[in-house]
């Protein structure tokens, strides 16, 4: 029997698979981006008050009305846009289907939909699954991750009916500027194009880079789906809770998709969700400190053992060039002996570009989401592992 084109056009996940290799080889899993220590406390109490309280049928299909209110409640004063929470938000099974809907509703095959990469190995599998074809358009690395601006505007053709965007962004860590994204308006503008915009680490931000919304821009208030969830920001990444906010009409057409898809996200969880939006302003000045600590402390270990990193902005990601550590192996081959001889996993960096590209040979993502322990763990066995690579601490004086 053959399976679809659809399903055969793209692989399964280098990042999770990363995940299972790592767990079958024992290895410190600094692959897959998600926190090894717990949620907080609050969370766990909504939540089961939450199953207690009832919450265990299906909740209205866009979203439990608590949660779209405090979800609208949240985007005027965090990302500065204007929510309706019954005409704007629609709440989904976390950041992955709200992206995949808004391409399913919005998209026709045939449509050209430009990527940025390095990108999240997602977007182009979402790109196919709604029919449209993905345009990867590699941002210069050698310069901060810029847009090559003319180039951008040929990329853009009478095909092109949507932008993926993810600020602050995974894996490069850049967190696009004011001014790069009134270019992008104007360009989305110009060309009737679609803004998809992947925000889902808004809150986790360095050395006062500040997160800007590309829908605040009253341009692109009808043209963009605002897509973030609570994954990372809350640290549960196995609730499945994430959300769209969009203009009227492209709200009804992702709620149809949503609902056909999926139905709803878990109801007692929404529940609680609305519960981690009511969290003082406290808990994200600790968040931001405490991914700092742990982003300076991966970074200098990193390029002590020998890495060339990109110092992130944003996110919970370094993005490491290992050529002199081995300038043989490419780079999957890399992450994964890394994993099998020395208990280490990250994800190799072919996959955050499209097939055709070889600019992620050499490359390898390592993620800072993880206790202390972990990242110093996950030291010592990279220290062992390039022995006569690694650089003295520096001395002082
Ligand atoms: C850029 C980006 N978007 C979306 C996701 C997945 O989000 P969710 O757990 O809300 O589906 C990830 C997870 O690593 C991510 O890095």
Redesign the pocket.
């Known amino acids: 029997m053959k399976v679809s084109t659809k399903a055969e056009s793209f692989t399964e996940s280098v990042i999770r698979g990363m995940t299972r290799l790592a767990t079958k080889h024992n290895a410190v899993n600094l692959a897959q ?1 998600f926190p090894d220590f717990s949620c907080p406390e609050e969370l766990k109490q909504a939540a089961s008050r939450a199953l207690f309280e009832d919450y265990n049928q299906y909740s209205v299909t866009w979203g439990a009305p608590v949660l779209r209110e405090a979800i609208a409640s949240k985007e005027k004063t965090y990302n500065k846009i204007q929510a309706d929470p019954e005409k704007n938000v629609v709440v989904t099974c ?3 289907e709200a992206m995949v809907a808004s391409q399913i509703a919005l998209l026709e095959p045939g449509d050209e939909i430009v990527i940025f990469s390095p990108h ?1 190995e ?1 977007y182009a599998p979402d790109a196919v699954i709604s029919g449209a074809k993905p345009r990867y358009f590699e941002l210069e690395e050698e310069n901060g991750f810029s847009i090559d601006e003319e180039k951008l505007k040929k990329t853009f053709n009478s095909k092109t009916r949507g932008l993926v965007l ?1 600020t602050p962004n ?1 894996p490069s860590g850049k967190v696009f500027t004011k001014k790069e994204l009134k270019f992008l308006a104007d360009l989305c503008c110009d060309h009737d194009v679609f803004c998809f915009t ?1 925000e ?2 808004e809150h986790i931000l360095y050395d006062e880079h500040e997160h800007i919304s590309i829908g605040s821009i009253p341009s692109m208030r009808d043209r963009t789906v605002t897509i973030s ?1 609570f ?1 990372k920001t809350y640290s549960v ?1 196995g609730w ?1 809770v ?1 959300y769209t906010i969009a203009e009227e009409k492209l709200s009804d057409a992702i709620k149809k998709i949503h609902d056909f898809l999926t139905v709803g996200a878990p109801h007692p969880l929404q529940i609680a969700c609305a519960q981690a939006l009511a969290l003082p302003e406290s808990y994200y000045v600790t968040l931001r400190q405490e991914y700092q600590k742990k982003r300076d402390m991966l970074l200098s270990s990193l390029e002590r053992i020998g890495f060339g990193c990109v110092k992130p902005f944003g996110a919970y990601y370094i993005w490491c060039d290992y050529s002199e550590l081995d300038s043989k192996s490419d780079d999957v081959r890399f992450a994964t002996n890394l994993v099998k001889k020395y208990g280490v996993a990250g994800v190799p960096g072919s996959s955050f570009f499209g097939k055709n590209s070889n600019k992620g040979n050499k490359k390898i993502r390592f993620t800072f989401s993880k206790k202390i322990g972990t990242l110093e763990e996950a030291t010592l066995r990279l220290e062992s592992a390039f022995a006569t690579k690694v650089r003295p601490p520096a001395t002082i004086g």
């Open positions: 981006g976390g950041t992955t999240y997602n993810n995974n992947d889902i680490y969830g994954s990444t499945r994430g």
